[in-house]
């Protein structure tokens, strides 16, 4: 699946964008504020969840427009070049809220799933092994919504309860068994599954990754872990359900639930030297976490049948030539499509030849 033609309306700085890209491997250059970043994000919100920025969408509105945004595409498979028409945006009476609509007609957010799945790396993600551990919570489900869509109802149900089961604390109701049992059990079905599926992620990129032969870029080995830095063993809704009956004490005091699934983190360390990933140098990092990227895009590619279309912001500028090239020659051997921006169109010199170049210059996309 890839996108055969995409609009941007009134998004970020473009009032009325639009393009056909390569199935294969597309370069967005221009200087920086032209608007590259803002088209991988617009794409990005054809997927599930908040877009490769995660911010408000009233955020996203584009400066003196008198309407909401609209993102646009059509989608094509190797059959045909208009398999599918899908779009999301919102509205100025209601900025806070995003709307789907595919084919024509009006979806759920959940229904994109299965349509498009995108993997993105950006400049704010460099300090993910340094940064807290929610950063990480968050990368790995984003991973396991890319795989398992489902996951999205079950994370939904499991942070419902939870704050529901919060506020029933805050409120001196502990001695309340009966509501706060029935909150717990609706956590505990839905967090077990969501702590299966991150196991099942971590064991299928471990497969990806030990598949991988020794090159340019390091490779990690990967755990999940708990708050005491051990391995996190596999929850199940029996384990979660009295962990939290036992910690309503605890948790009313801290006014959040301070065990369960939700409180994993992600472990990483250089294959290479066994070092944490958080102690190695800022490009091993990078280096590791572009690793992590494309075994997931691996993973998704032989579980679901459809490689995931991959949005690279501003990669090429932190690689040095030889290990660009490298990733060049690895995107164009895996297939699929891949977009990347970059300020300078020599950053891409040594690229395949059928790599399709764009300029984009004040909210304007044109053929470099």
């Known amino acids: 699946m890839h996108v055969a033609a995409l609009r941007l309306t009134d998004f970020r700085n473009h009032a009325d964008s639009g393009f056909a890209p390569g199935v294969g491997l597309n370069a967005l250059t221009g200087d920086n504020g032209a608007g590259k970043t803002n088209i991988l994000e617009g794409l990005s919100l054809l997927s599930l969840g908040r877009g490769l920025r995660a911010v408000p969408y009233a955020d996203m509105i584009r400066d003196g427009a008198t309407g909401g945004f609209a993102v646009a595409a059509t989608l ?119 702590d299966a599926a991150r196991h099942r992620l971590l064991r299928a990129l471990a497969d990806s990754l030990a598949a991988e032969p020794d090159g340019p870029f390091a490779r990690p080995h990967l755990a999940l872990i708990n708050s005491d830095g051990d391995a996190a063993p596999q929850w199940d809704a029996g384990a979660i359900a009295a962990a939290l009956a036992g910690a309503r004490g605890r948790d009313a005091a801290a006014g959040r639930a301070l065990t369960g699934p939700h409180r994993f983190d992600l472990a990483a360390f250089h294959a290479g030297h066994g070092q944490a990933a958080a102690r190695c140098s800022t490009g091993e990092q990078k280096a590791m976490l572009l690793s992590i990227v494309l075994a997931h895009g691996d993973v998704i590619a032989s579980l679901r049948g459809q490689r995931p279309i991959l949005l690279l912001d501003e990669l090429a500028a932190h690689l040095d030539p030889a290990r660009r090239a490298a990733l060049f020659e690895r995107l164009a051997a895996t297939g699929g499509q891949v977009w990347m921006t970059g300020t300078e169109g020599g950053l891409f010199h040594d690229a395949p030849s059928h790599l399709q170049h764009w300029h984009v210059a004040g909210g304007t996309i044109i053929p470099a």
């Open 76 to 194: 094509g498979d190797s059959i045909s070049s208009d398999f599918a028409r899908i779009g999301t945006g919102n509205s100025a009476d209601a900025p806070a809220r995003r709307q789907v609509r595919i084919n024509g007609a009006d979806a759920a957010l959940t229904n994109l799933g299965e349509y498009l799945s995108l993997l993105w790396l950006t400049p704010a993600m460099d300090r993910l092994f340094v940064d807290a551990a929610s950063q990480r919570r968050r990368f790995v489900d984003r991973m396991v919504l890319a795989l398992e869509p489902a996951q999205a109802r079950h994370a939904t149900r499991y942070d419902a309860a939870m704050r529901q089961r919060a506020r029933l604390l805050a409120g001196e109701r502990i001695g309340d068994g009966a509501w706060l049992g029935a909150l717990e059990a609706q956590m505990a079905e839905h967090g077990a599954l969501l």
